[in-house]
């Protein structure tokens, strides 16, 4: 019964997909992602994807688009938190005003989305580096 | 959106250097770099590291794949080579799908009614736009090689039926059959070899004889003089008096120090006459110098005006226009082949006219 009333149902339905979907594909056009057609094309085209339609370009930029604009919206969000949190001394009343993306901030925001971003914090010349002299010497 | 470069030397190095390793696709991480960088400014990010902006170019572009390639991997799955926007939408649900998106369990629903499009149509509505600044070509450029033309292309008939005219030309007979290679010219190694001796001594003689000359007549003035080549005229292969054999050293009386003043001064126009014969000569096309100049020569000893440079006073100062325009006429003409060994000695001698001081080096 439930799937004969979704497939009656189905016909008129596809209408209102057929339309939905057009509508959504034009709406799609009216938009220029920032990431550029040529680029988002050149890497489908190493991956296998095929289709001439440049709206499914777009909406593939779209998509990653706004994948992109929530990591760096979630980093904004660590990058303003760590700024807030910390109670400062005197010397530094008004707070530093520049939002730096860092990379502590970015693997933080990374992460909830699966990726894993790990950072080398420093770089040091030889294993002895910042030792103390006395035992350096042996 | 400026680049901040709170980091340590080294460890912008490192993390170039890593960059470095992505290989050739370098053009379009640069594209990627600039269109993330914008992306967070537009998020409100006033500066950036480095290396956190190279992050996220690989993470866009990571997802830009792995979107492409699930997309094909649907349209595979339903059989089909092109994708369709189904592809794409279930593509997207495949990447997100840890968070979930509403409607993507329903069988018969349409896809469009998917959280995947809401979200997106909610985006495209509320988002501003962010063009990318520039204006980029396709690439990468691909450059096709243009391909060997088709006997019907080329406008010949194919050599036998049973070659269709589609196929490429057949190669020219002269890259593949060997043919013997003749000199053109009809002398021997051994004259030529000789010849070359003969030209490479009579320049160092001239050479040595400038340097005595000017060694012992440095404040007259240089007056080099013609050495007696033409003595010898039985050798002379080709045309020109100044490839001539020397003369053997002791059969002319040579005197090493002429007074150039003096010496002309007393023969104007001896020089004119001397070069009468080579013009009118030359006029004709044929040097021919055997027997005129052995008179003309014989216990004179004409000078020879090198042009050697554009405008030396020793040269034109004491002499009368005319005879330097013959002069110039004959030199000219005389002149028109040299061998490396004459533009050195030109060289050697343009070098002690503008620097007579610097004589001792040479």
Not at chain 1, 113 to 118: A, D, E, S
Not at chain 2, 203 to 217: K, M
Request: hydrophobic share 35%.
């Amino acid at each position: 019964m439930n799937s004969s009333s979704s497939s009656s149902m189905g016909g008129e339905g596809r209408h209102d997909d057929d339309s939905g979907l057009t509508e959504f594909l034009s709406s799609l056009m009216d938009y220029t992602p920032t990431i550029p057609d040529e680029l988002v094309e050149h890497y489908l085209g190493k991956s296998g994807f095929h289709c001439p339609d440049l709206r499914l370009t777009r909406l593939v930029s779209v998509a990653t688009q706004k994948f992109m604009l929530e990591v760096a919206n979630d980093a904004l969000q660590h990058c303003k938190a760590r700024q807030a949190a910390p109670v400062k001394d005197k010397s530094k009343q008004p707070k530093d005003k520049r939002l730096v993306l860092t990379m502590e901030d970015l693997s933080k925001s990374l992460q909830e989305y699966g990726v894993n971003l790990k950072h080398q914090e420093y770089f040091a010349d030889s294993p002895s580096t910042g030792m103390d002299p006395a035992s350096r010497e042996e | 959106m400026s680049d901040g470069r709170k980091k340590s030397g080294r460890g912008q190095q490192i993390s170039s250097k890593k960059s470095r390793l992505s290989g050739g696709d370098d053009f379009g991480h640069a594209i990627a770099k600039i269109a993330v960088a914008q992306l967070c400014e537009s998020a409100g990010f006033h500066y950036s590291r480095r290396s956190a902006i190279d992050a996220l170019v690989e993470v866009a572009v990571r997802s830009i794949c792995d979107l492409g390639k699930s997309a094909n991997f649907y349209a595979n799955l339903a059989g089909r080579t092109d994708c369709n926007v189904f592809d794409v939408i279930q593509g997207i649900q495949d990447l997100d799908s840890w968070r979930g998106f509403s409607g993507a369990s329903g069988v018969h629903r349409c896809l469009v009614n998917t959280g995947v499009v809401r979200e997106i149509t909610q985006f495209v509505s509320t988002e501003e736009e962010i063009p990318f600044v520039q204006p980029i070509p396709r690439f990468p450029v691909s450059r096709m090689p243009k391909p060997a033309p088709s006997f019907a292309q080329a406008g010949g008939e194919p050599p036998g039926e049973h070659i269709p005219d589609w196929l490429p030309r057949l190669p020219d007979p002269h890259t593949y059959v060997h043919t013997p290679v003749w000199n053109k010219r009809d002398t021997d190694a051994k004259a030529n070899m000789v010849e070359l001796a003969k030209r490479r001594r009579k320049a160092e003689r001239s050479f040595l004889s400038l340097q005595q000359r000017f060694a012992c007549n440095s404040t007259a003035g240089f007056r080099p003089t013609k050495d007696g080549q033409v003595g010898n005229g039985n050798q002379v292969v080709n045309d020109n008096p100044f490839l001539a054999s020397p003369l053997p050293y002791g059969e002319k009386e040579v005197c090493e120090i002429a007074s150039p003043l003096k010496a002309y001064a007393g023969k104007s126009l001896s020089v004119l006459e001397t070069f009468v014969p080579v013009i009118k000569a030359a006029k004709v096309g044929s040097l021919d110098f055997n027997t005129n100049e052995r008179k003309l020569l014989h216990g004179i000893r004409p000078t020879v005006h090198f042009k050697v440079g554009t405008v030396k006073k020793s040269v034109a100062a004491s002499l009368p226009s005319d005879t330097l325009i013959a002069d110039k006429d004959s030199w000219f003409l005389k002149y028109n082949e040299k061998d490396d060994k004459k533009k050195r000695a030109e060289f050697i001698f343009r070098t002690v006219i503008d620097k007579p001081h610097e004589l001792a080096q040479l």
